[in-house]
Structures are given as C-alpha cells and as structure tokens.
C-alpha cells in the first residue's frame, strides 16, 4: 500500500470532513488491479472481525452521511445537470437524485443494518460423529464484492453497508451518470472506515471509467470473489457475456397473477391493483394476468374499472377484448414482456395447465402468483411454476428482501446458483467446514 | 422429442437387458443443444417427483447395473486396450479399470444415495409475518447439471445417482478414453429410468467430442444450469475459461497440517502419516508439513523416521535438512506443490502467524489443519486460515463428503459460490421463497 500522494478524485475536492480523518495514502489513479489487490488485503482483516467493529463503521458512516449531506447534494447537482445536458431521460434522472431527503433516507437505511444480526460465523448441523469428531458448517465472509450498478448513487452505500456488514470488501462501479455524487460517497466511506480504525480499501468507489475497464474488473479472478451487476438488462448481459469471476444476475421481472376458477374476486382486483399500481417501475410490479376462463367474465369487469381509475392501459388477448371493450389488442411482443409502465397484459386461459404452461414459456423465474381458494390448485402452481418467489393470495410486491425478513437486500437473483430470490446479508457469505478432533486419522 | 430412429451409440452394441425395456426414440446424432432441450423438458418432470419415484429409479439402476456387469466390463476392456496402445500412463489406465468389482461398488453406492434424505421440499425459516404472510425457504432442484470429467467411469454413474436423487437431469460428458465404458453406462442409465417410467433423458451420456463441443454444452445458458469440472488442472481451467454457464470449480488440493508448539508429538506423527501415506494421490491428503522451531527437533525425528519407513521423500527447507539429514532440499516450486505422491515439502517456521502466512500464499483453499494443545491458538488457527475445511487435531484426510457426513459428493468446491468444500446432494438444489397470504397487499 506504498506512499505516494492522495489520488486526483479525492485531491480535487476535499470534503467537509477531509480534515478531520486519516486517509489512504495511495500512488495517483491505481490500476483496477490494484485496487482489487487492496480489497483482497482489506477483506482479510475484515474477515476476521466481531459484530461490534463492523458495526461500528456502519455507524460512523451513517454520523458521516448525515454530516456531509450538502458537498453530497452539491456533487448531485452537478450530475443532474451534466446528466440534463446530455439529454437523460426524466426517469434515469429521477433515480440519479441525491438530494438531503435521500441522504437522510440511506443513513437511515445504514442503521438498518447495522442492527441486523452479523451472519458471519454462525454454525449450523453440528454434530459429532461416530469417531468423536465434532464437525460443523460454519459461515464466513465470501472475500472481494465487485458491484457493477447504474444511475442511484444510494446504491454505493446500501451495497457497501451490506457488504461490510458481511465481512467483505466491496468494489463499487458506477455509472458514468453518478460519477461526481459516488466519487464523494467514496470519500465518505473512506472516512468513516479510517474513523474507527477499518482497513479504507474495503469499500472502495471505482471510477466510472470505460467498458473496458469494468471488463478487467470482472477477469480479476483470484481476487474478485463475486460479480453482481445491478441495472437495466443491457448491464447486466454485459456483466454475464465478459465475467472470468463468479456472477449473481438478476435480469428482469415478468411477473404473473393467475386468477384461478373460483377466485374470491374482490381479493383479486387489490392483488391485481396492487401489483400493477403501487410502483410500476420496479421488477417484483405485475405484468401479466392469467384469468382462468370461469372466472373472467366477473373478475375482469371489475378489474378493469379500477385500473382504469388507475390510467392502466389493458392489452388484452381476444377474449380479454369481448370482456372489457376498452382493452387494446395484446400482440405477441407483450406476452413476457416487462411494461415498468402504466401497462398490463392479460390473458384468457381454459385451465390451470395453460396458465402453468404460458409462465414456463414467458416467466423469469422472478415472482409468480396465485389466487385461489381451492387448496390443490394453490399447492400444485407452488409445486409447478419455477420463480425465485411463489405466492399464493398475496402480492408479487412481497418479493424483496425487506418484505420477506431478509432485513435488506443487495438484489434478486433469478440465477439458481448461490442464491435465487432477494439477496440478503447471508447470500454474501458462504459456509466452510470446521472440524475440531483429538487425533482422529481416516481409517 | 419427436420421432425418428435410435441414436447411434445405442444402435451399435444392443446391452443384454436391451429387449427387456423401451428405448428412448431420438433422432441419429442429436446436437448438443438437441440433448439440453431435452434435460431441460426432462428436469421439468424431475422436479416435480417425490422421493419414492426417484428411489425407485436408483434402486432400478442398482440392478441394472449389476445385471450389466459382464457388458460394462467388456466395453472397458476395449477402452483399457485403446489406452494401451494410445500409451496412456499406468496411473490414469487404472482409474479406467471398470471391472466386476468396480460395478459392484458402484451400485452400491447408488443404493447408498437412493437410501439418503431427499434434500427437495425441506423448508426452513418458516415464519408468520406481522401481515400474517407466512414465508419460507423450500429447497428445488437446480435443473440441468452438466458434468465435465476424466477417466474414472464410474464417475458416471455416482454423478447420474446425486443429481436424479436431488431431482436434476445430467448431461455426463465423460473422457474420449472413456467412451465405450461410458457408451454402455448411458443404456444402462436409459433402460433404468424407462423400467420405471421416468424420461430417459434425465441422464444422457454426451459422447466424448472435441473440445468444441464441450465448449458448446458449456454456453448453453438458460438450458444448463450449473457446469461442475472434474478432473486435472487442464480440464478445470478450460471449464472456467469457457464456460458462459455458471460452474462450480475444484481445482486442486495443496493441504498443510501445521504442528503448533508444544503439540502432542505422537498425535502429530500419526497425523502426518495418514494425511501422506494413506492415499497419497487424492485431493485431501497432506502435501506440506509445517513445524514451529520449538517442536521442530523433537517432532521432525521421530515424523522422519516413520515417512522413511513408508518411503516418502522428504523435501525440505534448510532448518529441516539440519534435523533430518536425508532430506532432500525443497525448492522454491516445492512450497504450494500438489505432488499427489510419496513426496511431503516440510518447511520449520518461527510462529503460527508465519505458518498461517505461508498457507495463505501458497494454499489452495481445500483443507487446513493445526496440530496444538493449546486452544487460543487453535481458535487463532480456524479464524484466519480460508480453507473450504480447517481442522484441529484431525487428518486432512477427512474432508471428503462421506466422511463429513453428506452421505456421499460429487465434487469438493475451492471456490466460495454456492458450495465450499464437499458437495453433497444439498449443493445440488437451490432454495426458493414461498408465501403463503389471504390476500395481502403492500403498504
């Protein structure tokens, strides 16, 4: 970690606190590999530390959000502008917002975590054998964390607290769009780990830099323990289609609601209203409605009266279209289609199976949804429909880590491996094997 | 998995139990593609199975198996003659060797795995919400595992048994030295799921092809969910390298055993001896002995002399060649060496912090182990080494998934995604979220 002067981010504009905390002395513009060498360093000595110090950092970087929230706004505003500038549309400079509110919100969000309770070494299936030996699985940090991410800045800090929080060592790529903002969160970062004494290489920004760059970044296998991209579909193709290291990927949300024969209909229509309402920009929003043929006729003239209310546009199968008049030919471009709009499919089906079979074809894996009052068809659409979350009488809005106990999520996996659904604290951990003996050898 | 004729592996040596069960009707040659869209309708199928179904097709397997003895045999004899004369060495012609007795034990341990708990549909963490949403974690099959491997034939077998038993469909993609064993396995795997009426396609024997064709099966995503190499280091790293589907990677196993100051000396010969001589070519035994200066003297003698005894050669760093004379002198290739051989690297080191050190420049994060008396350094031990197992006062022998007690594995994981260390049938599924609600909405 030789001498040298501060690097030029930090250099150009100091910030509110740069004064009062110590910080890294680093060569000017470290390669990604070092920077990734750093982490490796850092993650060590964080793997080895109790609850009380991890949260302490957490905590001194929520004192030092709040503190710093004007250079934070400050340095938004300049990525809004330049982001106005160079024509973003309203809703990727919506997300870019980090204004005090924001600010408030994260650090809030930090102390959530904080409070968590810390997964690493936690023991499960103890035991001891035959031979007397006493073996357990027990939980440890997974090493170097590379977040690849675009647009909300909120996200280096929710990511790098959860990391953190985990034991890991976390490399956080940004957008271009949120350079200035997540270059001025890494200083708080930096200063809030130099604060109570944290290794400042364990969470480090990384400047936005080309696709090059991020490219390199995901071959460092070796020192990049995990990959998780975060963003739009394009981001996240990238990140798979160049990865050498491990990746968890979350792709989008297609998610469905089967309305079954017999459904209780009014349950129906604050399921669908709620799915598709709520927030329709987000990936657990409902995109598609199954309606089994009996229950059409009733279920959907009272949907589409609220959603009308609504301002939803319904793109209807032809059935659909007899049904509610207003409905707008559904074509075959919308049937897995993720709208994050004002916009739902639905679909006429004859039969359980064919709305099984039409979210095998166009589901995925994200969040699927039943509501039923019969007791066999609720158990076997969870038996039968692959998703990372199944619900039956329930919103698919539950599929994310704060609604369903995780406490905090870092993402939702719609791949099997590692993990597959909201990704809280423990799917940035993994279990080794300890093994406690007086001797014993293998006969 | 329309019509046609069947393929030709099958048509050109009719098993003896041939006759007896339907065949699968395929087209001649499917592609690779061709045999992952039909896994993947197959898994489909699998993961909807209870216990008692797949049971009933390992046992089937069992029977067939032994019922094939004589055939599978007969193939192996030509695989073994083409090695020959391919001039393959004596040490990979014997992990070819599928004779009478190699079968037997193989459908013995698919009774073994049929005999174990079915890992699909245990749920944990179930909880009622304060909405009353009752949430839990409920493991599923993974889908369509590839495996990549060498040699060994009855690796065919015992990956076919773990993955069907935790409800996957396999495609097995064995070693061209291999084929014609393999070739016969395949019908056998055939003929026992069609006995009981599963798809036959849940197991398929891949014909050994070139590199190109592994390199197709392995960017098959969205069709093959999880690719687990097994064999040297060659085939690990052409795995990684190419794989766009994820992988679960073993590459090698350089383990140490670390005999801490003050350590029971004849606890630590014992130890030394098992984890070298027991089984010296496999990935848990022992291949560098580190020893605290103050133990040295005392331990090394009496260590030497019984290694002398059992012919292993001791290469060692110039503390050591003081105390023991016939050792050779380690190099610096020897440190982080898998010699898989009567060969152990032995290296005298001035504390548990440059032992720990050592392992983590030149471990490979398989198996580690401290021989002590002292308990703060063995809790020191387990904390700061990284390694899929650590033990204290027990060989390194021991990480192997029977021995830990998994019942049985199909790989042991040096990378943290997904599994660390041996993985048993657990590692072979996922966990999914269900909910279970009465119509709640979000707030």
């Known amino acids: ?36 060498e750093r982490a490796r360093g850092a993650a ?46 309203v809703a990727v400079l ?6 005090p509110a924001v600010v408030e919100a994260t650090a809030a969000a930090v102390e959530v975590v904080a409070r968590l309770p810390d997964p690493v070494g936690s023991q499960r299936e103890g035991r001891r054998l035959a031979n007397g030996l006493l073996v357990a699985r027990e939980r440890v940090p997974l090493g170097v964390i590379a977040m690849i991410y675009e647009a909300r800045p909120n996200v280096t ?28 969160l890494g200083e708080v ?41 975060r963003g739009g579909e394009g981001l996240v193709r990238f990140v798979a289609e160049h990865a050498r290291v491990p990746v968890v990927q979350h792709y989008h949300g297609v998610c ?7 459904c209780d209909v009014e349950m129906a229509r604050a399921l669908v209203l709620n799915g598709k309402v709520q927030r329709p920009g987000v990936c657990n929003a ?15 003239a009272s949907i589409a009266a609220s959603l009308a209310e609504h301002g939803v546009e319904i793109r209807g199968c032809p ?77 698919t809005r539950f599929n994310d880590g704060g609604q369903l106990g995780l406490g905090a999520e870092i993402g939702i996996s719609t791949s099997k491996l590692h993990a597959y659904g909201p990704m809280g604290l423990e799917s940035l951990t993994c279990e080794r094997f300890v093994v406690r003996g007086s001797g014993q050898v293998r006969r």
Not at 256 to 262: E, M, Q, S
Request: aromatic share 2%; with cysteine; net charge neutral.
């Open 319 to 395: 059935r659909t279209r007899e049904l509610v008049p207003a409905a707008v030919a559904a074509t075959g471009a919308d049937w897995g289609r993720e709208f994050l709009d004002l916009v739902l499919a639905v679909r006429v089906v004859p039969s359980l199976e064919a709305a099984i079979e039409h979210i095998e074809r166009h589901g995925s894996h994200h969040t699927e949804a039943i509501c039923t009052r019969d007791v066999e068809r609720a158990e076997r659409f969870l038996r039968e429909v692959d998703a990372s979350c199944v619900l039956v009488n329930a919103s």
């Open 286 to 300: 409902l995109e598609c409605l199954l309606v089994h043929e009996d229950a059409a006729r009733e279920a959907l």
């Open 189 to 229: 970062l930096a200063a809030s780990l130099g604060e109570v004494g944290l290794p400042v290489f364990a969470a480090q920004v990384v400047p936005a830099g080309d696709r090059e760059s991020t490219r390199e970044l995901l071959g460092l296998t070796g020192l990049v323990d995990l990959a998780i991209p």
């Open 1 to 36: 970690m030789g001498a040298g002067s501060r690097c030029g981010a930090r250099r150009s504009r100091p910030g509110a606190h740069a004064a009062r905390v110590p910080r890294p002395e680093a060569p000017i513009s470290p390669t990604i590999r070092e920077r990734a």
């Open 94 to 99: 919506d997300r870019l917002q980090m204004g």
């Open 157 to 184: 800090i929710d990511a790098a607290a959860l990391c953190l929080k985990a034991g890991n060592a976390v490399l956080l790529r940004g957008g271009k769009e949120a350079s200035q903002t997540n270059s001025v």
């Open 44 to 89: 060590r000595r964080l793997a080895r530390l109790d609850a009380g110090a991890k949260d302490a950092a957490l905590h001194a970087l929520a004192r030092h959000l709040r503190a710093s929230a004007e250079p934070i706004a400050e340095a938004n505003r300049r990525d809004l502008e330049a982001g106005q500038a160079a024509g973003l549309s």
């Open 256 to 262: 469905h609601l089967y309305l079954d024969a017999g």
